[in-house]
């Protein structure tokens, strides 16, 4: 059997057919205190029962802006993000994995192949020391 080339997107319906859970999505605060558009977004796996994992952005966050997460990031219906701009309606029908950007220039949306989403920040110690482990566990 011959492997698909790597750069070679998927068809579609590939792309949608996941299972759909959650109605919210995180949204820069800036969509809604600036009124920008969505400029850029992707679908992250989601963290929760209610996450679709579709993350919104105006593209003009800073990195500052970004690090402080739970104040400068909205949950917002995804039903609600698609009555205020009717162009995701299609969009956020993709799985984990798409991202997609539109700028200002542009008439439309066009697929990102070459972003690496962010994964969640998870600190862990590893030890090799076994009282270490057992003092570290029983914290």
Do not use: C
Request: glycine residues 4%; charged residues 30%.
């Amino acid at each position: 059997m011959r492997r698909p080339e790597v750069d070679q997107p998927l068809p579609a319906d590939a792309e949608t057919n996941q299972t759909k859970n959650g109605f919210l999505a995180l949204v820069s605060r800036l969509v809604f205190e600036e009124t920008l558009p969505v400029r850029f977004m992707y679908k992250t796996v989601p963290e929760h029962l209610n996450d679709t994992g579709w993350r919104m952005f105006t593209g003009y966050e800073t990195e500052e802006f970004l690090d402080n997460e739970q104040i400068n990031l909205v949950p917002m219906p995804l039903e609600r993000m698609v009555e205020l701009d009717p162009s995701l309606t299609e969009l956020v029908t993709y799985n984990a994995g798409t991202v997609w950007e539109r700028t200002p220039e542009s008439n439309g949306w066009e697929r990102v192949y070459d972003f690496r989403i962010p994964a969640p920040k998870v600190e862990v110690e590893i030890t090799n020391d076994i009282d270490r482990f057992k003092n570290l566990r029983d914290e």
